[in-house]
């Protein structure tokens, strides 16, 4: 189980770890919570499915919003980045994406921009899942776990 391996990896390293969900609606700190431990490295997560909690809670500003898209690597970028400060985390993973069924700002359903950010960089990657919406949230979820294994290998 992926969630069990990051909770190894990451107590192992003595490395903290906070999320920020949209379109996977706590998904992912449910996944990780489900494993036994996570409260010695797991420090909290928000999910700020609304613009303006994006706003309110992470200081995203409206105009990047408007120019990028809440759908957008940017926007991931920055949600992983606020939380990680906010939360004051080793490591923040943020999801914003289209789960569907329908297509979100032009953009279509699977469409999910994940982002892992650390004390040194953030990392952005876009994926374009299939299926239906737990299928994709799901996937979106297995692969922050598969991010997060990769950075776990770089810390050790």
């Not at 420090?43 to 809440?70: C, H, I, P, S």
């Not at 919406?133 to 810390?155: H, T």
């Amino acid at each position: 189980m992926k969630s069990q391996l990051v909770n190894e990896k990451f107590r192992k390293l003595g490395l903290t770890l906070s999320s920020v969900e949209s379109c996977t609606g706590g998904a992912f700190a449910s996944r990780i919570t489900m494993v036994s431990g996570a409260s010695h490295f797991y420090k909290g997560g928000m999910v700020t499915y609304f613009t303006e909690e994006k706003v309110r809670l992470l200081g995203l500003k409206y105009a990047d919003l408007d120019q990028n898209g809440v759908v957008s690597k940017e926007t991931a970028e920055q949600m992983a980045f606020n939380a990680r400060k906010i939360m004051a985390s080793d490591y923040c993973v943020s999801f914003t994406g289209n789960a569907g069924p329908s297509t979100m700002e032009d953009k279509p359903a699977g469409l999910v921009y994940i982002a892992v950010c650390s004390r040194r960089e953030c990392k952005v990657q876009e994926f374009l899942f299939e299926g239906n919406r737990e299928e994709i949230i799901n996937q979106a979820v297995d692969a922050s776990l598969d991010m997060l294994l990769e950075e776990a290998k770089i810390e050790n």
